[in-house]
């Protein structure tokens, strides 16, 4: 079992940055490779960013995300944090950590755990 906590999301105006973190226990974190993911209201939660259990490599799915949120990891501390530039009131939404296991020689996926979220909320 893998207990993931976010924290780091608030009320910022457009244009404002965040860094939202998810420190995980449980078990050793480097057999996970970590997301981020978002959900809007209304809308299906979409994936925003993956890291390999390493950190050495990183995911988006869009190079709008991937030029202004930056996925990184604290191996040692077993924190994975999202820094976030240039918020739009678009990317308003509750934010959720995952953590998996990766199968069949993918760098990421499936997700086996998730964090209860941390609400982002970008005004305009």
């Known amino acids: 079992q893998v207990e993931l906590v976010e924290s780091g999301g608030g009320l910022v105006q457009a244009g404002d940055s965040l860094n939202l973190s998810c420190a995980a226990a449980?078990?050793?974190?480097?057999?996970?490779?970590m997301g981020w993911f978002r959900q809007a209201p209304g809308k299906e939660r979409e994936f925003v960013a993956a890291?390999?259990?390493?950190?050495?490599?990183?995911?988006y799915p869009d190079s709008t995300i991937m030029s202004r949120f930056t996925i990184s990891r604290d191996n040692a501390k077993n924190i994975v944090y999202l820094q976030m530039n240039s918020l739009e009131p678009e990317d308003t939404a509750v934010y959720y950590c995952a953590a998996g296991r990766p199968t069949n020689g993918k760098a990421y996926g499936p997700w086996d755990y998730w964090g209860q979220g941390t609400q982002v909320t970008v005004s305009a």
């Open positions: 449980g078990r050793t974190f480097t057999e996970f490779a």
């Open positions: 890291i390999s259990r390493s950190g050495g490599s990183a995911y």
